[in-house]
């Protein structure tokens, strides 16, 4: 990277190249030389601080002394596709540390928030961020959200028992 500009990048050409895109993505954590836990994020941020927030994360864990040779993590990296401000935030650790996943959330959502992004990108909420939604989207729009669920899905049939199931869920995650 230079004047902060991305000098290079991959687009494969066909299908075979896709697969072995894919399959170097799907085997970062070995690469890294990590075994379990692997805490993974799915954020989206202006481009222009979206590797910010690993500089960042990386010095906090550092600051607090879980990361390096003595620390439970190995190693925090960014990548996906980031031209369109999306970015697989991923943790490697070397042991199960619950100061480590106090170290990393709220942390990265309250940073997310701070730069107005969003804390689930392309693969959307689901259970894990659904507690830490309030950090990217507001009051009004989770109300919103809870209330066109009940127009598609009435019966709550569709995904049950996911994020909500109805506004007065959608009320409670506000």
């Known amino acids: 990277m230079e004047n902060n500009h991305i000098e290079d990048g991959v687009i494969a050409q ?3 190249q896709c697969n072995n895109l894919w399959s170097i993505r799907e085997s970062l954590g070995e690469a890294c030389g990590a075994t379990v836990p692997i805490y993974k994020y799915d954020i989206s941020l202006p481009v222009p601080v979206l590797y910010r927030l690993v500089e960042d994360l ?6 607090h002394g879980v990361m390096g040779p003595q620390g439970s993590v190995n190693d925090v990296v960014g990548f996906g ?7 697989h935030l991923t943790v490697f650790a070397k042991e199960f540390d619950p100061k480590v996943k106090s ?3 709220p942390y990265i959502y309250e940073w997310t928030s701070q730069y107005r992004g969003s804390i689930a990108a392309e693969h959307g909420l689901g259970i ?8 990217s989207k507001s009051p009004a729009m989770v109300n919103m959200m809870g209330q066109i669920k009940n ?15 109805n506004v007065r869920d959608c009320q409670e995650l506000q």
Do not use: A, Q
Not at 81 to 87: P, Q, R
Not at 151 to 162: A, L
């Open 14 to 16: 066909d299908h075979t």
């Open 58 to 63: 990386r010095k906090r864990l550092i600051d």
């Open 81 to 87: 596709h980031i031209g369109d401000g999306n970015i």
């Open 103 to 105: 170290l990393i959330e």
């Open 128 to 135: 894990k961020n659904s507690e830490f939604i309030k950090y």
């Open 151 to 165: 127009v598609i899905d009435p019966n709550g049939i569709m995904n049950p028992y996911k994020v909500f199931n």
